[in-house]
């Protein structure tokens, strides 16, 4: 069939409307560049197949929504490079997806024989995938499930955090609030400050880690806060050290299977 013959049938709408019905972005992509077959075997195949297709639908549903565009990401992993935590767990729902159409697929696979090849592509790695999700939010955040010395670090940093708050409280209401240009507890640099008036600088020992536009306020680290902020700035950065760490090693296990999520994926 000719481009000109496409062209008066419309096919590139057709081509269009069938791309809005896709539930995934490679799904899309194939659509756009769907041609017509013209071998008399693959075109009943194809209407075979769509048969399939359809009574599945009528039956049961295989929702593909969560499948991502992710070949690229995937492919990365397979030569050692971490994933973000929000591409990651998309990689793992996209697992949880494809086992999920799997397990349909496998179940009707009597009645459909040419779809149950493709579905024998979808790939079951219900291990990684649980992992993943358990140790990850969906906006990529490393929970703190992923590892008990991430848990351990992060509940330390909070209990630093709330006596570094507390310590500087504790100028805002005590005999040093008559110094203060306001009664607030605030950070400067991730430090712990006090907003101390200009003119009494001095009254409060301590680290200035910033001054107001003005120059009437300096925000000050007391000297008994100081020590508090470095153990904080410490506990932070292994949170952080371990975070990278999960995902790295997360990365890593994806790398391991990537053949098998990018066919699964294609498929």
């Given at each position: 069939m000719t481009m000109h013959a496409l062209e008066k049938l419309e096919f590139d709408r057709v081509r269009e409307r069938l791309a809005g019905l896709c539930d995934t972005p490679a799904g899309r992509q194939a659509a756009l560049e769907i041609e017509p077959e013209h071998g008399d075997e693959q075109v009943w195949w194809e209407i075979g197949r769509t048969k399939e297709a359809q009574a599945l639908l009528d039956d049961a549903s295989v929702a593909l929504v969560g499948i991502g565009d992710l070949g690229e990401a995937v492919r990365r992993a397979q030569k050692m490079s971490a994933m973000d935590g929000a591409t990651l767990w998309r990689v793992g729902d996209s697992m949880r997806v494809m086992r999920a159409?799997?397990?349909v697929l496998?179940?009707?696979?009597?009645?459909?024989?040419?779809?149950?090849l493709?579905?024998?592509?979808?790939?079951?790695?219900?291990?990684?995938?649980?992992?993943?999700?358990?140790?990850?939010d969906g906006d990529g955040t490393v929970r703190d499930e992923a590892s008990v010395d991430l848990r351990a670090a992060r509940q330390r940093s909070a209990s630093l955090a709330q006596r570094?708050?507390?310590?500087?409280?504790?100028?805002?209401?005590?005999?040093?609030?008559?110094?203060?240009?306001?009664?607030i507890v605030t950070q400067r640099g991730g430090r712990y400050v006090v907003p101390l008036r200009a003119e009494h600088r001095g009254k409060i020992k301590g680290i200035v880690h910033d001054t107001s536009a003005s120059g009437q306020t300096v925000y000050i680290e007391p000297e008994e806060v100081v020590q508090i902020g470095n153990d904080l700035r410490e506990s932070e950065a292994k949170v952080r050290a371990e975070e990278e760490r999960v995902l790295s090693e997360l990365s890593e296990e994806v790398g391991g299977v990537a053949e098998d999520v990018l066919d699964g994926l294609e498929a």
């Open positions: 159409a799997r397990k496998e179940a009707r696979r009597s009645a459909c024989p040419t779809l149950w493709l579905g024998q592509r979808l790939p079951e790695l219900e291990k990684i995938e649980s992992r993943i999700l358990a140790s990850l570094a708050t507390e310590k500087v409280q504790s100028y805002a209401s005590g005999k040093w609030r008559e110094y203060l240009s306001d009664a």
